[in-house]
């Protein structure tokens, strides 16, 4: 199993920037990134093929957010950008080496190791 080692998350005013790092111990192909809010459950935010470049995102971030790859350092990012209050949350990423990212959204179970999260505050 692959450990993910997640950084980045913060408190940040409303309209601002946040970049997510997530540093890999091994190799896999896609990676997810998934939040969840007080409340509610986990949802599934963005994802990223590394075989095609391929991504994913869910309507509430799409054009805000940006999930990409540094394969030279095995470290996937979601740079989230245009931050709004309905976005904090505990954020985690997900890889997994066979799964491959579609239009059809993530579930949990497609992804077999994951990080500890990071937490994520937009306010002012």
């Known amino acids: 199993q692959v450990q993910l080692a997640e950084s980045g998350g913060g408190l940040v005013q409303p309209g601002g920037s946040l970049t997510l790092s997530c540093a890999a111990s091994?190799?896999?192909?896609?990676v997810g990134w998934f939040r969840q809010a007080p409340g509610k459950e986990r949802e599934g935010v963005a994802c990223?093929?590394?075989?095609?470049?391929?991504?994913w995102y869910a309507d509430s971030v799409k054009e805000r957010f940006t999930v990409s790859r540094d394969s030279a350092k095995n470290t996937a990012y979601l740079q989230m950008d245009s931050l709004k209050p309905e976005d904090t949350a505990v954020y985690h990423c997900?890889?997994?080496?066979?799964?491959?990212?579609?239009?059809?959204?993530?579930?949990?179970?497609?992804?077999?190791?994951w990080g500890q999260g990071t937490q994520v505050t937009v306010s002012s």
């Open positions: 990223f093929s590394s075989s095609d470049s391929s991504t």
């Open positions: 091994g190799d896999w192909h896609a």
């Open positions: 997900a890889v997994d080496s066979d799964y491959y990212c579609s239009g059809y959204g993530l579930a949990e179970g497609d992804f077999s190791s």
